[in-house]
């Protein structure tokens, strides 16, 4: 398969003044010059091929943003090897643009006083985009983001969501080979988020764009990735599909019981025991609710079987951490203090 993207080693580090605490430091902070080296992205490397759908998640602050920045020649990474395209984004970036989508969630790019449909034409013209293509993909646009009643609208007028939707039509319409979006679902209600994942769904079935997305929202990565990167700090921890992804986050699973009564200390200190030799983990059972967790595959009936031999059971439940438990996980954590 054709390589759409490559980075190896890529980093970037960012210049900051730094601070001085209290207020006098706030005085010294306007007279000192001091600078200090912060890495947001610490020596990253992948691929990614031509039609491939790649979500790119990770905390607030773990170098997403910096990194899509690298990757359409906004900005210049501090080091290692970086090419779309075949093409170095900061140095040819006009080059890469007319082959390349570009969508910030956070900061949409349109707020021109021109009307949606005048935009739309400007930029065809701009992109030199080849009448039958437009035809596609500006008629796709409409009919799947529902432009319509947008149309005759100055894009500065528009609603965040509907700027939004028109800031994504307008990143599609010359249909790049790659569709690079941070965020772009960010503050959509849900209608419109579902809207979006079938515009981008729709997009790469009839043009093969290829697609790196970053997201805060599980449905997006679920039912438009198939690969994910996890960013960490400035690291990536992880690189793969989905399934894998599952596999090696998700190991826990767990029997959630709710025994008829509390069971007494010396019956607790058996069933732990017995479970133990299975490897389960036995928590609670001082209440009516006693929880069962476990790591290997499989091994629900056995530590099942032991529970229902040694307590009588009201009822029953296995829960498995999925995809959608994980992900929560990542971004329940505090943003990062910077
Ligand atoms: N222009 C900048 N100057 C200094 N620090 C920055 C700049 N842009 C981003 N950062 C810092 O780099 C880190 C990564 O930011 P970013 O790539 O936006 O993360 P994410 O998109 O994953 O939330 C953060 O700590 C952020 O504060
Ligand atoms: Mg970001």
């Not at 610490?42 to 943003?65: D, M, P, Q, T, Y």
């Not at 210049?76 to 082959?99: D, I």
């Not at 390349?100 to 030199?128: C, H, N, S």
């Not at 805060?216 to 690189?239: A, N, P, S």
Request: glycine content about 8%; hydrophobic content about 40%; some cysteine.
């Amino acid at each position: 398969m054709e390589n759409a993207l490559h980075v190896e080693n890529l980093a970037k580090s960012y210049k900051r003044s730094m601070r001085h605490p209290g207020l006098l430091g706030a005085f010294k902070g306007l007279f000192s010059s001091k600078t200090q080296e912060f890495q947001a992205v610490k020596g990253i490397s992948f691929s990614i091929n031509r039609g491939e759908r790649v979500g790119l998640i990770g905390e607030n602050g773990a170098g997403k943003s910096t990194t899509l920045k690298m990757l359409t020649g906004i900005i210049a990474p501090t080091s290692g090897k970086l090419e779309v395209l075949g093409l170095l984004p900061w140095k040819q970036r006009r080059e890469l643009a007319l082959n390349i989508g570009v969508v910030f969630g956070q900061r949409p790019q349109l707020l021109w006083d021109i009307p949606v449909r005048e935009t739309f034409r400007l930029l065809k013209a701009m992109y030199r985009i080849p009448s039958d293509v437009y035809e596609v993909t500006y008629k796709e646009a409409v009919r799947r983001l529902d432009l319509e009643p947008l149309l005759g609208t100055p894009v500065r007028l528009l609603s965040l969501g509907q700027r939004m939707r028109c800031d994504l039509a307008a990143s599609l319409l010359h249909a790049p080979a790659i569709a690079f979006l941070d965020e772009p679902t960010i503050g959509l209600d849900l209608t419109v988020k579902e809207q979006v994942r079938e515009y981008i769904r729709d997009m790469q079935d009839k043009f093969g764009v290829t697609l790196l997305i970053t997201t805060h929202d599980l449905k997006d990565i679920t039912e438009v990735c198939d690969r994910l990167l996890l960013l960490d700090k400035g690291t990536l921890l992880f690189d793969g599909s989905l399934k894998a992804f599952e596999k090696k986050f998700a190991n826990e699973s767990r029997i959630v019981a709710d025994l008829e009564r509390p069971a007494t200390a010396s019956a607790l200190r058996k069933l732990s025991a017995e479970m133990k030799k299975h490897g389960g983990i036995v928590t609670g059972g001082e209440g009516h609710k006693l929880i069962v967790s476990y790591r290997k595959e499989g091994s629900a009936p056995v530590l099942t079987q032991i529970l229902l031999k040694r307590q009588k059971v009201a009822d029953l439940t296995l829960e498995k951490t999925d995809i959608e438990t994980i992900v929560t996980r990542i971004y329940r954590k505090k943003p990062g203090k910077n």
